[in-house]
């Protein structure tokens, strides 16, 4: 998977090429986003509109995601995403979480705005164990 980052006003915007899914190594996306997401930021935006493909495990990254960027009153926006993403994510009941807009300018637009859990009152999400 390729990814783009960058830092646009307190957005941090990643666009994300390629599938994400099981056989993708995701470090580099932690790790672009911990390295952009500092003072100031107040939203993470994802965008999905080159991500061909999203599996169970590319949800859990997700979630991961969420879970870092939460507790620092970082929104996690998730833009451009295709219909049958979205329906993934509306089973999983991640869309009563994650903020989804239809269009990048949309999430630039109210993605500084979105209001971020507090960390001492945002849920947990949390990937169960296998074991």
Do not use: F
Request: aromatic residues 2%; glycine residues 10%.
């Amino acid at each position: 998977m390729d990814i783009r980052g960058e830092r646009q006003g307190a957005a941090v915007v990643l666009d994300l090429d390629g599938p994400l899914t099981a056989e993708v190594d995701t470090v580099r996306l932690h790790q672009l986003a911990g390295s952009l997401v500092g003072p100031g930021a107040s939203s993470l935006v994802l965008d999905l509109g080159h991500v061909q493909n999203l599996d169970s495990y590319g949800i859990g990254q997700l979630v991961a995601l969420y879970n870092e960027v939460t507790p620092l009153g970082v929104a996690l926006t998730l833009t451009n995403v295709e219909r049958h993403q979205k329906r993934l994510l509306e089973l999983s009941g991640l869309l009563a979480v994650l903020h989804v807009v239809d269009s990048r300018q949309e999430a630039l637009t109210c993605g500084g705005n979105v209001p971020a859990l507090r960390p001492e009152s945002a849920p947990a999400w949390r990937v169960p164990s296998l074991s």
